[in-house]
């Protein structure tokens, strides 16, 4: 009993991020916006190519070689110059210091500084941010010179709503039912078999949203290392709930349900928010998420009823008669 406890205790130090992983998770999983690039033509589509990122909104310029492009600011002034020689910030301009492209504002004409020796460049771009409140769709457009003439970029925005919440409590609801019925029924070993297979779900469940999140074109280097952790530890305790002990399994399968909880707690943005940066279907994604929720918690309910019943049965005095026999 003893051995098992602490087996159960050290599972759920490493199911529990720690400084170091939290640190590193730097990668969005929801967004509220879209946007789009409308198709370019004539002699902007042989000088560029375009890229809108879905996780920040953030803009991509590629200059095609044998094409000059500067990209002018917020104030019409020349903020970004790409060529043959690269990308160049222009120090001097109020739209470099505000994206941060530029460490400061330099007062006086323009002041071209190499930025990148490649031909392309990403930045936050004011004119490419969200949409006042109750504005569901909206424009934008970056004016640019292409070889000297006069161009720009236009695209649209939108608001994407986030999904409805009741098919998500109707799978809470579901799971708490059947964690509720197997309390009610008072049998410990129904109390062992629900919190085993109820942890094996909310397994399944983590790992598939953590395998579809690091799969994502937007997973950052935190997204890819928490997603190792959480299918580490999620395959030892499946492990020992296929091959453990009753005990051993449901002691495992609560272990499985923290880690579940875990991971739906930090990431239940994707029931808020309208598209979810996975490469998952959306509503697919939300259901792990949501299962992960659900199924977990009812298998640490299970296994917390468990682990009280092995402590009661551990702490039972020894009877006196048993010392006369052995004597």
């Not at 409308?38 to 310029?61: N, S």
Request: hydrophobic residues 55%; glycine residues 12%; charged residues 15%.
């Amino acid at each position: 009993m003893r051995c098992a406890a602490a087996g159960l205790v050290a599972a759920a130090a490493l199911a529990a991020p720690g400084t170091a992983a939290a640190h590193l998770r730097t990668g969005r999983v929801a967004v509220d916006y879209r946007a789009t690039v409308a198709p370019l033509h004539g002699p902007l589509a042989e000088a560029v190519e375009v890229r809108v990122y879905r996780a920040d909104l953030a803009l991509g310029l590629t200059a095609l070689p044998g094409h000059r492009v500067v990209v002018l600011g917020y104030l019409g002034e020349p903020f970004l110059r790409f060529g043959p020689g690269g990308v160049y910030v222009n120090e001097a301009s109020t739209t470099a210091a505000g994206t941060g492209l530029a460490p400061a504002l330099r007062p006086g004409a323009v002041h071209w500084v190499l930025r990148s020796s490649r031909a392309a460049a990403i930045w936050h771009d004011a004119r490419l941010r969200g949409l006042p409140h109750g504005v569901a769709r909206g424009s934008w457009s970056v004016p640019l010179l292409v070889d000297g003439r006069q161009a720009r970029l236009d695209g649209e925005i939108f608001r994407v709503d986030p999904p409805a919440g009741w098919p998500w409590l109707a799978i809470g609801a579901l799971f708490g039912a059947a964690a509720i019925l197997l309390l009610a029924l008072r049998s410990q070993r129904l109390y062992r078999v629900g919190a085993a297979l109820l942890g094996a779900v909310a397994a399944v469940a983590t790992l598939v949203w953590a395998g579809g999140l690091a799969a994502s074109s937007t997973a950052s280097g935190g997204i890819w290392y928490e997603a190792g952790n959480e299918a580490l530890v999620a395959f030892v305790c499946l492990a020992v709930v296929v091959l453990g002990s009753w005990n051993a399994r449901a002691l495992a399968g609560g272990v499985l349900g923290v880690l579940a909880i875990i991971v739906g707690l930090t990431n239940v943005g994707v029931l808020t928010h309208g598209i979810v940066l996975s490469a998952l279907p959306a509503q697919a994604a939300r259901t792990a998420v949501v299962v992960a929720l659900a199924a977990g918690t009812a298998a640490v309910v299970l296994g917390t009823a468990v682990f009280v019943d092995l402590l009661r049965h551990d702490e039972q005095p020894i009877p006196l008669d048993r010392f006369s026999t052995e004597a």
